[in-house]
């Protein structure tokens, strides 16, 4: 074999491997970037009552701040309580509002809380972070006075 046609070997050799190797980082790229690969990315948020309320709108702080929108579906009235949000969901550190809230019958409503960690502690978690809990409303119905309770599952993404 002549010198030239080694040559021509080895720049074909590279030429094809260098192709080959172009592609699997154009590809390895698009994954990285589409978030395929993230197992984050993937996760749905939720936020699920019984059939009394139904969450519309939430989003958690990194500063523990829940801000939620919640519509009530009873056939009367009611009267917010208080509100808890927490990780641990044997004891909730319940909050009340500062005026109260009525929430007349298919209407929604708009407040915020804090949520603590499982330590007790407000949940500080880091923006794209992941906070898993509860969250309970207390409420009474404006009309009877009978006081119900409903926990809700909560799934949710840290956001700033």
Known sequence: MSKTSKLQSATEYLVTYSWAFAIIM????????LGILNPG???SQECVFSSTLNCLKYQLYSNGTLTFNIQQNSL???SISSVGCSA???SLIMTSPANAILVQADKNFTDSVTCYSSNGQPYLGSVGSVFSGTLEINYSD?????????????VVKVSD
């Open 142 to 154: 404006a009309q009877t006075g009978l006081q119900s309770s409903n926990i809700g599952k909560l």
């Open 76 to 78: 009367d009235t009611i």
């Open 41 to 43: 990315s993937s996760l």
């Open 26 to 33: 154009i590809v390895l790229v698009s994954i990285y970037y």
């Open 88 to 90: 641990n969901t044997t």
